[in-house]
Protein backbone atom coordinates (compact mmCIF):
# COMPACT_ATOMS: atom_id res chain seq x y z
CA UNK A 1 0.00 0.00 0.00
CA UNK A 2 2.63 2.59 0.81
CA UNK A 3 4.82 2.01 -2.47
CA UNK A 4 0.95 2.22 -4.21
CA UNK A 5 0.31 5.55 -2.73
CA UNK A 6 3.85 6.79 -3.29
CA UNK A 7 3.72 6.00 -7.09
CA UNK A 8 0.06 8.04 -7.40
CA UNK A 9 2.01 10.55 -5.12
CA UNK A 10 4.88 10.91 -7.56
CA UNK A 11 2.48 10.62 -10.49
CA UNK A 12 0.30 13.69 -9.16
CA UNK A 13 3.73 15.45 -8.66
CA UNK A 14 4.28 15.06 -12.47
CA UNK A 15 0.99 16.04 -13.29
CA UNK A 16 0.75 18.86 -11.03
CA UNK A 17 4.76 19.69 -12.03
CA UNK A 18 4.02 19.95 -15.87
CA UNK A 19 0.42 22.19 -15.23
CA UNK A 20 2.57 24.87 -13.06
CA UNK A 21 4.85 25.11 -15.84
CA UNK A 22 2.72 24.75 -18.88
CA UNK A 23 5.29 24.41 -21.28
CA UNK A 24 8.26 26.41 -19.53
CA UNK A 25 9.39 29.17 -21.38
CA UNK A 26 12.23 27.87 -24.08
CA UNK A 27 15.10 30.37 -22.03
CA UNK A 28 15.03 27.25 -19.80
CA UNK A 29 17.08 24.24 -19.85
CA UNK A 30 14.38 22.22 -17.93
CA UNK A 31 10.95 22.68 -16.18
CA UNK A 32 11.85 20.76 -13.02
CA UNK A 33 15.18 21.46 -11.30
CA UNK A 34 17.03 20.29 -8.09
CA UNK A 35 19.20 22.61 -6.00
CA UNK A 36 20.82 21.34 -2.82
CA UNK A 37 18.21 18.60 -2.45
CA UNK A 38 15.10 20.22 -3.19
CA UNK A 39 12.95 19.97 -5.99
CA UNK A 40 11.65 23.36 -8.00
CA UNK A 41 9.16 23.45 -11.30
CA UNK A 42 9.53 26.86 -12.97
CA UNK A 43 6.19 28.67 -13.37
CA UNK A 44 4.61 29.09 -16.71
CA UNK A 45 5.37 33.07 -17.26
CA UNK A 46 8.85 31.96 -16.20
CA UNK A 47 8.92 34.47 -13.42
CA UNK A 48 9.35 32.32 -10.07
CA UNK A 49 9.75 28.57 -8.88
CA UNK A 50 7.66 26.18 -6.50
CA UNK A 51 9.07 23.63 -4.32
CA UNK A 52 7.60 20.10 -5.94
CA UNK A 53 7.61 16.91 -4.00
CA UNK A 54 10.45 14.72 -3.23
CA UNK A 55 11.94 12.56 -0.34
CA UNK A 56 12.22 15.03 2.17
CA UNK A 57 13.78 14.59 5.77
CA UNK A 58 15.58 16.06 9.02
CA UNK A 59 15.64 19.83 9.01
CA UNK A 60 14.92 21.51 5.66
CA UNK A 61 15.57 25.40 4.74
CA UNK A 62 13.74 26.55 2.00
CA UNK A 63 16.16 29.50 0.48
CA UNK A 64 14.57 32.76 -1.08
CA UNK A 65 15.75 32.07 -4.59
CA UNK A 66 17.42 29.48 -6.52
CA UNK A 67 19.34 30.07 -10.44
CA UNK A 68 18.25 28.77 -12.93
CA UNK A 69 20.38 27.39 -15.66
CA UNK A 70 19.31 29.06 -19.58
CA UNK A 71 18.49 26.41 -22.51
CA UNK A 72 22.13 28.27 -23.99
CA UNK A 73 25.37 28.58 -23.28
CA UNK A 74 24.93 32.57 -24.71
CA UNK A 75 22.29 33.18 -22.22
CA UNK A 76 22.52 34.80 -18.83
CA UNK A 77 21.54 32.59 -15.48
CA UNK A 78 18.48 33.21 -14.08
CA UNK A 79 18.02 34.13 -10.29
CA UNK A 80 13.72 33.47 -9.95
CA UNK A 81 12.14 33.77 -6.69
CA UNK A 82 10.54 30.84 -4.15
CA UNK A 83 6.83 31.98 -4.30
CA UNK A 84 5.10 28.87 -3.66
CA UNK A 85 5.01 25.00 -2.20
CA UNK A 86 3.14 22.82 -4.82
CA UNK A 87 0.40 20.44 -3.91
CA UNK A 88 1.78 17.49 -2.20
CA UNK A 89 5.26 19.18 -1.85
CA UNK A 90 6.35 17.35 1.27
CA UNK A 91 3.54 15.12 2.12
CA UNK A 92 3.55 11.95 3.71
CA UNK A 93 7.87 12.91 4.06
CA UNK A 94 8.51 10.42 6.79
CA UNK A 95 11.38 11.86 8.75
CA UNK A 96 10.89 15.26 8.21
CA UNK A 97 11.35 17.04 11.22
CA UNK A 98 10.68 20.98 10.18
CA UNK A 99 10.92 23.29 7.40
CA UNK A 100 11.41 27.06 7.46
CA UNK A 101 10.04 28.92 4.86
CA UNK A 102 11.60 32.33 3.20
CA UNK A 103 9.39 35.67 2.96
CA UNK A 104 9.01 35.18 -0.48
CA UNK A 105 6.57 32.42 -0.11
CA UNK A 106 3.10 33.05 -0.78
CA UNK A 107 1.04 29.98 -0.97
CA UNK A 108 1.04 26.57 0.35
CA UNK A 109 -0.90 23.90 -1.62
CA UNK A 110 -3.03 21.61 -0.89
CA UNK A 111 -1.52 18.33 1.06
CA UNK A 112 1.48 19.96 1.28
CA UNK A 113 2.78 18.73 4.60
CA UNK A 114 -0.55 16.23 5.06
CA UNK A 115 0.80 12.65 6.99
CA UNK A 116 4.23 13.50 8.05
CA UNK A 117 4.29 11.70 10.97
CA UNK A 118 7.48 13.31 12.13
CA UNK A 119 7.16 16.93 11.41
CA UNK A 120 7.18 18.94 14.84
CA UNK A 121 7.76 22.89 13.44
CA UNK A 122 7.08 25.06 10.34
CA UNK A 123 8.72 28.99 10.43
CA UNK A 124 6.36 30.71 7.87
CA UNK A 125 7.89 33.69 6.27
CA UNK A 126 6.50 36.86 6.28
CA UNK A 127 4.80 37.07 3.07
CA UNK A 128 2.96 33.54 3.46
CA UNK A 129 -1.01 34.65 1.98
CA UNK A 130 -3.09 31.81 1.75
CA UNK A 131 -2.65 28.00 2.59
CA UNK A 132 -5.12 25.38 0.94
CA UNK A 133 -6.97 22.65 2.11
CA UNK A 134 -5.63 19.82 4.11
CA UNK A 135 -2.37 21.37 4.11
CA UNK A 136 -0.91 20.11 7.48
CA UNK A 137 -3.99 17.50 7.88
CA UNK A 138 -2.72 14.67 10.10
CA UNK A 139 0.61 15.80 11.10
CA UNK A 140 0.46 13.98 14.76
CA UNK A 141 4.12 16.55 16.56
CA UNK A 142 3.01 20.07 15.40
CA UNK A 143 2.97 21.22 18.68
CA UNK A 144 2.20 24.82 18.21
CA UNK A 145 1.72 27.24 15.20
CA UNK A 146 2.49 31.37 14.59
CA UNK A 147 1.06 32.30 11.40
CA UNK A 148 2.56 35.11 10.10
CA UNK A 149 0.64 38.52 9.98
CA UNK A 150 0.12 39.25 6.38
CA UNK A 151 -1.88 35.82 5.78
CA UNK A 152 -5.22 36.51 5.06
CA UNK A 153 -7.02 32.84 3.88
CA UNK A 154 -6.57 29.84 5.48
CA UNK A 155 -8.87 26.82 3.89
CA UNK A 156 -10.62 23.30 5.05
CA UNK A 157 -9.21 21.44 7.36
CA UNK A 158 -6.17 22.56 7.10
CA UNK A 159 -4.66 21.68 11.02
CA UNK A 160 -7.23 18.74 10.99
CA UNK A 161 -5.65 15.70 13.33
CA UNK A 162 -2.73 17.46 14.34
CA UNK A 163 -3.04 15.63 17.62
CA UNK A 164 -0.49 17.51 19.92
CA UNK A 165 -1.57 21.26 19.03
CA UNK A 166 -1.66 23.26 21.96
CA UNK A 167 -2.19 26.59 20.91
CA UNK A 168 -3.03 28.80 17.71
CA UNK A 169 -2.95 32.38 16.85
CA UNK A 170 -4.79 34.09 14.14
CA UNK A 171 -3.38 36.89 13.35
CA UNK A 172 -5.47 40.43 13.07
CA UNK A 173 -4.79 40.44 8.75
CA UNK A 174 -7.03 36.85 8.65
CA UNK A 175 -9.76 37.35 6.01
CA UNK A 176 -11.89 33.81 6.40
CA UNK A 177 -10.84 30.43 7.46
CA UNK A 178 -12.40 27.42 6.00
CA UNK A 179 -14.46 24.70 7.33
CA UNK A 180 -13.12 22.32 10.10
CA UNK A 181 -9.62 23.50 10.40
CA UNK A 182 -8.79 22.52 13.67
CA UNK A 183 -11.15 19.13 13.72
CA UNK A 184 -9.56 16.54 15.66
CA UNK A 185 -6.78 18.55 18.02
CA UNK A 186 -7.85 17.09 20.81
CA UNK A 187 -5.09 18.95 22.67
CA UNK A 188 -5.60 22.57 22.36
CA UNK A 189 -6.25 23.99 25.08
CA UNK A 190 -6.95 28.44 23.55
CA UNK A 191 -7.53 30.06 20.42
CA UNK A 192 -6.22 33.11 19.78
CA UNK A 193 -6.96 36.09 17.33
CA UNK A 194 -6.12 38.91 17.23
CA UNK A 195 -8.60 40.82 14.32
CA UNK A 196 -11.15 43.14 15.70
CA UNK A 197 -13.33 42.03 13.18
CA UNK A 198 -14.50 38.15 13.58
CA UNK A 199 -13.21 36.59 10.18
CA UNK A 200 -15.52 35.12 7.59
CA UNK A 201 -15.72 30.95 9.05
CA UNK A 202 -16.38 29.62 6.00
CA UNK A 203 -19.07 26.54 5.48
CA UNK A 204 -16.70 23.05 4.48
CA UNK A 205 -16.70 22.63 0.28
CA UNK A 206 -14.85 19.60 0.51
CA UNK A 207 -17.62 16.82 2.51
CA UNK A 208 -21.14 17.47 4.13
CA UNK A 209 -21.46 19.66 7.04
CA UNK A 210 -24.13 21.57 9.09
CA UNK A 211 -22.86 24.90 10.09
CA UNK A 212 -19.84 26.98 10.08
CA UNK A 213 -17.48 25.65 12.13
CA UNK A 214 -13.74 25.50 13.07
CA UNK A 215 -14.15 22.12 14.71
CA UNK A 216 -16.52 18.91 14.16
CA UNK A 217 -19.96 19.52 13.40
CA UNK A 218 -22.02 18.85 16.77
CA UNK A 219 -18.80 19.64 19.33
CA UNK A 220 -16.49 22.51 20.58
CA UNK A 221 -14.03 21.49 22.85
CA UNK A 222 -13.98 23.30 26.19
CA UNK A 223 -11.37 25.48 25.54
CA UNK A 224 -11.43 29.53 25.70
CA UNK A 225 -11.43 31.54 22.96
CA UNK A 226 -9.24 34.82 23.58
CA UNK A 227 -10.45 38.24 21.32
CA UNK A 228 -9.29 41.47 21.16
CA UNK A 229 -10.41 44.33 23.98
CA UNK A 230 -13.80 45.39 22.96
CA UNK A 231 -14.52 42.89 20.63
CA UNK A 232 -16.66 40.13 22.93
CA UNK A 233 -19.73 41.08 21.69
CA UNK A 234 -18.53 40.95 17.99
CA UNK A 235 -17.76 37.59 18.38
CA UNK A 236 -20.64 36.46 20.73
CA UNK A 237 -22.83 37.31 17.66
CA UNK A 238 -20.84 36.03 14.61
CA UNK A 239 -21.22 32.51 13.43
CA UNK A 240 -18.79 29.50 14.24
CA UNK A 241 -17.08 31.98 16.71
CA UNK A 242 -20.27 31.89 19.01
CA UNK A 243 -19.85 28.27 19.27
CA UNK A 244 -16.57 28.65 21.60
CA UNK A 245 -18.09 28.04 25.85
CA UNK A 246 -15.71 31.05 26.42
CA UNK A 247 -15.01 34.28 25.05
CA UNK A 248 -12.38 36.09 27.10
CA UNK A 249 -10.53 38.93 27.16
CA UNK A 250 -6.22 38.17 28.21
CA UNK A 251 -5.87 37.80 31.94
CA UNK A 252 -9.31 35.95 31.92
CA UNK A 253 -10.25 32.42 33.28
CA UNK A 254 -12.79 30.32 32.57
CA UNK A 255 -15.16 30.19 35.22
CA UNK A 256 -15.12 27.30 37.46
CA UNK A 257 -18.55 25.43 38.45
CA UNK A 258 -18.46 23.79 41.89
CA UNK A 259 -21.47 21.30 42.15
CA UNK A 260 -23.12 21.59 45.66
CA UNK A 261 -24.41 18.21 47.49
CA UNK A 262 -28.19 17.77 46.69
CA UNK A 263 -30.11 15.50 48.23
CA UNK A 264 -32.73 15.93 45.45
CA UNK A 265 -31.15 13.99 42.98
CA UNK A 266 -31.89 10.51 44.91
CA UNK A 267 -35.68 11.07 43.99
CA UNK A 268 -35.16 11.42 39.93
CA UNK A 269 -36.89 9.25 37.93
CA UNK A 270 -34.49 6.50 37.86
CA UNK A 271 -34.05 3.72 35.06
CA UNK A 272 -32.96 0.47 37.40
CA UNK A 273 -32.73 -1.84 33.97
CA UNK A 274 -30.09 -0.03 31.65
CA UNK A 275 -26.87 0.87 33.33
CA UNK A 276 -23.63 2.06 31.47
CA UNK A 277 -20.85 0.59 32.31
CA UNK A 278 -17.50 2.23 32.75
CA UNK A 279 -14.02 1.18 32.77
CA UNK A 280 -11.50 3.05 35.46
CA UNK A 281 -8.76 5.37 33.56
CA UNK A 282 -10.53 4.55 30.31
CA UNK A 283 -12.33 7.04 27.84
CA UNK A 284 -16.30 6.35 28.06
CA UNK A 285 -18.11 8.64 25.81
CA UNK A 286 -21.94 9.45 26.49
CA UNK A 287 -24.06 10.85 24.11
CA UNK A 288 -27.33 12.19 24.35
CA UNK A 289 -29.87 14.46 22.68
CA UNK A 290 -31.24 17.77 25.00
CA UNK A 291 -34.36 19.44 23.56
CA UNK A 292 -36.05 22.48 24.48
CA UNK A 293 -40.05 21.58 25.41
CA UNK A 294 -40.29 25.48 26.40
CA UNK A 295 -41.81 27.72 24.34
CA UNK A 296 -38.31 30.30 24.48
CA UNK A 297 -34.82 30.09 23.77
CA UNK A 298 -32.74 28.49 26.12
CA UNK A 299 -28.78 29.05 26.82
CA UNK A 300 -26.48 27.43 29.39
CA UNK A 301 -24.17 24.81 30.38
CA UNK A 302 -24.83 21.11 30.27
CA UNK A 303 -23.03 18.68 32.38
CA UNK A 304 -22.98 14.85 33.01
CA UNK A 305 -22.47 14.05 36.58
CA UNK A 306 -21.64 10.79 38.56
CA UNK A 307 -23.02 10.91 42.27
CA UNK A 308 -23.59 8.23 45.14
CA UNK A 309 -25.58 7.83 48.21
CA UNK A 310 -28.25 10.80 48.90
CA UNK A 311 -26.87 12.88 46.31
CA UNK A 312 -22.98 13.51 46.81
CA UNK A 313 -21.79 14.74 43.59
CA UNK A 314 -18.53 12.75 43.19
CA UNK A 315 -17.44 13.93 39.18
CA UNK A 316 -18.39 16.15 36.34
CA UNK A 317 -17.29 16.53 33.18
CA UNK A 318 -16.55 19.67 31.78
CA UNK A 319 -19.78 21.92 30.23
CA UNK A 320 -21.17 21.89 27.15
CA UNK A 321 -22.54 25.30 26.00
CA UNK A 322 -26.03 25.03 24.37
CA UNK A 323 -28.31 27.25 23.14
CA UNK A 324 -31.73 25.72 21.06
CA UNK A 325 -34.42 27.43 20.11
CA UNK A 326 -37.91 26.66 21.31
CA UNK A 327 -38.48 22.73 20.25
CA UNK A 328 -35.25 22.41 19.07
CA UNK A 329 -33.13 19.77 19.70
CA UNK A 330 -29.08 19.54 20.16
CA UNK A 331 -27.36 16.20 20.26
CA UNK A 332 -24.61 16.20 23.04
CA UNK A 333 -21.37 14.10 23.11
CA UNK A 334 -19.33 13.99 26.58
CA UNK A 335 -16.13 11.84 27.02
CA UNK A 336 -15.85 10.71 30.68
CA UNK A 337 -12.31 9.73 32.05
CA UNK A 338 -12.75 8.74 36.09
CA UNK A 339 -9.31 8.04 37.61
CA UNK A 340 -9.82 8.53 41.51
CA UNK A 341 -13.20 7.09 42.14
CA UNK A 342 -13.87 3.24 43.67
CA UNK A 343 -15.21 0.43 41.28
CA UNK A 344 -18.57 0.31 42.39
CA UNK A 345 -22.39 1.21 41.85
CA UNK A 346 -22.77 5.02 40.80
CA UNK A 347 -25.62 7.18 39.84
CA UNK A 348 -25.52 8.58 36.17
CA UNK A 349 -27.12 11.78 34.92
CA UNK A 350 -26.89 15.19 32.38
CA UNK A 351 -27.57 18.92 34.43
CA UNK A 352 -27.48 22.45 33.76
CA UNK A 353 -26.85 24.81 36.33
CA UNK A 354 -30.13 27.34 37.06
CA UNK A 355 -28.31 29.50 39.60
CA UNK A 356 -26.65 27.58 42.17
CA UNK A 357 -28.68 24.30 41.84
CA UNK A 358 -27.85 21.38 39.62
CA UNK A 359 -31.39 20.87 37.75
CA UNK A 360 -31.49 17.79 35.71
CA UNK A 361 -32.37 17.19 32.07
CA UNK A 362 -34.42 14.39 30.32
CA UNK A 363 -31.88 11.27 28.72
CA UNK A 364 -32.86 11.30 25.44
CA UNK A 365 -36.32 10.97 24.45
CA UNK A 366 -36.39 8.08 27.24
CA UNK A 367 -38.24 10.08 29.90
CA UNK A 368 -35.81 9.20 32.42
CA UNK A 369 -33.32 11.38 34.19
CA UNK A 370 -30.99 9.68 35.68
CA UNK A 371 -29.05 5.73 35.21
CA UNK A 372 -27.30 3.21 37.00
CA UNK A 373 -23.21 3.20 36.21
CA UNK A 374 -20.85 0.47 37.06
CA UNK A 375 -17.27 1.77 37.29
CA UNK A 376 -15.25 -1.10 37.35
CA UNK A 377 -11.21 -2.12 37.20
CA UNK A 378 -10.02 -2.57 34.27
CA UNK A 379 -10.01 -6.48 32.96
CA UNK A 380 -10.63 -9.17 30.79
CA UNK A 381 -14.19 -9.70 29.92
CA UNK A 382 -14.39 -13.33 28.38
CA UNK A 383 -18.04 -12.74 27.10
CA UNK A 384 -17.11 -9.20 25.46
CA UNK A 385 -16.16 -9.04 22.02
CA UNK A 386 -12.55 -8.63 21.88
CA UNK A 387 -10.45 -5.17 20.74
CA UNK A 388 -9.86 -6.60 17.05
CA UNK A 389 -13.43 -7.85 16.86
CA UNK A 390 -14.98 -4.34 18.20
CA UNK A 391 -12.87 -2.93 15.61
CA UNK A 392 -14.02 -5.31 12.74
CA UNK A 393 -17.67 -4.24 13.47
CA UNK A 394 -19.42 -1.41 11.88
CA UNK A 395 -22.51 0.36 12.11
CA UNK A 396 -22.80 2.30 9.68
CA UNK A 397 -23.99 5.57 8.82
CA UNK A 398 -24.72 6.84 12.47
CA UNK A 399 -25.89 9.09 12.44
CA UNK A 400 -28.91 7.45 10.53
CA UNK A 401 -31.77 8.21 8.92
CA UNK A 402 -34.10 5.45 7.32
CA UNK A 403 -31.67 2.56 7.95
CA UNK A 404 -28.39 1.27 9.67
CA UNK A 405 -25.97 -1.43 7.88
CA UNK A 406 -24.39 -3.76 10.09
CA UNK A 407 -21.16 -5.67 9.44
CA UNK A 408 -19.15 -8.06 11.52
CA UNK A 409 -15.68 -9.89 11.04
CA UNK A 410 -17.68 -12.87 12.01
CA UNK A 411 -21.02 -13.97 11.93
CA UNK A 412 -24.11 -11.70 12.96
CA UNK A 413 -26.11 -13.84 15.14
CA UNK A 414 -28.95 -11.02 16.19
CA UNK A 415 -29.10 -7.42 16.49
CA UNK A 416 -31.65 -5.71 18.98
CA UNK A 417 -32.75 -2.18 18.52
CA UNK A 418 -33.37 -0.72 21.94
CA UNK A 419 -34.39 3.04 23.72
CA UNK A 420 -32.23 4.14 26.42
CA UNK A 421 -34.34 2.85 29.23
CA UNK A 422 -34.05 -0.53 28.05
CA UNK A 423 -37.44 -1.12 26.02
CA UNK A 424 -36.76 -3.34 23.25
CA UNK A 425 -37.76 -2.03 19.85
CA UNK A 426 -36.69 -4.12 17.38
CA UNK A 427 -34.80 -7.55 16.86
CA UNK A 428 -33.63 -8.80 13.88
CA UNK A 429 -31.83 -12.91 13.61
CA UNK A 430 -29.03 -13.16 11.50
CA UNK A 431 -27.06 -15.73 9.59
CA UNK A 432 -24.24 -14.20 7.54
CA UNK A 433 -21.11 -11.05 8.04
CA UNK A 434 -23.65 -7.94 7.31
CA UNK A 435 -27.18 -7.23 7.62
CA UNK A 436 -29.29 -3.60 7.13
CA UNK A 437 -31.83 -2.82 9.72
CA UNK A 438 -35.14 -0.87 8.84
CA UNK A 439 -34.99 2.35 10.81
CA UNK A 440 -37.71 4.00 9.17
CA UNK A 441 -40.40 3.25 11.58
CA UNK A 442 -38.78 5.18 14.50
CA UNK A 443 -38.75 8.51 15.82
CA UNK A 444 -35.55 10.64 15.75
CA UNK A 445 -33.83 10.10 19.06
CA UNK A 446 -30.75 8.29 20.71
CA UNK A 447 -31.04 4.25 20.76
CA UNK A 448 -29.15 1.59 21.93
CA UNK A 449 -28.13 -1.04 19.22
CA UNK A 450 -26.72 -4.38 20.65
CA UNK A 451 -24.94 -7.12 18.33
CA UNK A 452 -24.54 -10.68 19.26
CA UNK A 453 -21.97 -12.66 17.09
CA UNK A 454 -20.14 -15.97 17.38
CA UNK A 455 -17.30 -13.65 19.57
CA UNK A 456 -19.79 -12.28 22.42
CA UNK A 457 -22.01 -9.27 22.66
CA UNK A 458 -20.94 -5.09 21.75
CA UNK A 459 -23.93 -2.83 22.29
CA UNK A 460 -23.17 1.13 20.61
CA UNK A 461 -25.34 3.43 20.49
CA UNK A 462 -27.23 5.19 17.48
CA UNK A 463 -28.43 8.53 16.69
CA UNK A 464 -31.46 8.58 14.57
CA UNK A 465 -31.95 12.03 12.63
Known amino acids: MKQSYSLARRLRAAILAVFLCGGVPASFAADNITVDGINY ?3 SDGTYVSVVAGNYRGDIVVPESVEVTPATDTEPAVVLPVKRLADYAFDE ?7 KLPDTVERIGQFAFAACPDLEHVDFGAGLTFIDNWAFRTCPKLKDVVLPDGIEYIENYVFGDCKSLTTITFPASIIRLGGHILEGCDALTEVRVLSTTPPE ?7 YDYGYTLFDDFNYPNIPLYVPDGTKDAYMAADGWNDFPY ?8 PVVEFPELSLLSTLEQNEDTKYDIVLGEDFTFTTTVQNTGTGAYEGSVYVILWEGEGTIVYNTDPQEVAIAAGGMQLLEFTLNVTDLAAGEYNLAVVHMDGEEAVALEIGTSGYTAFKA ?4 PADDPDSISETEAAALRVYPNPAADYVCVAAGEG ?9 AGTLLMEEPVAGGECRIDLSALPQGIYLITVETAGGVETQQLLKR
Open 374 to 377: TLSE
Open 93 to 99: CSGLVSV
Open 247 to 254: ILYDGEEP
Open 412 to 420: IRSVRVTSL
Open 41 to 43: SVS
Open 201 to 207: IRRSQVD
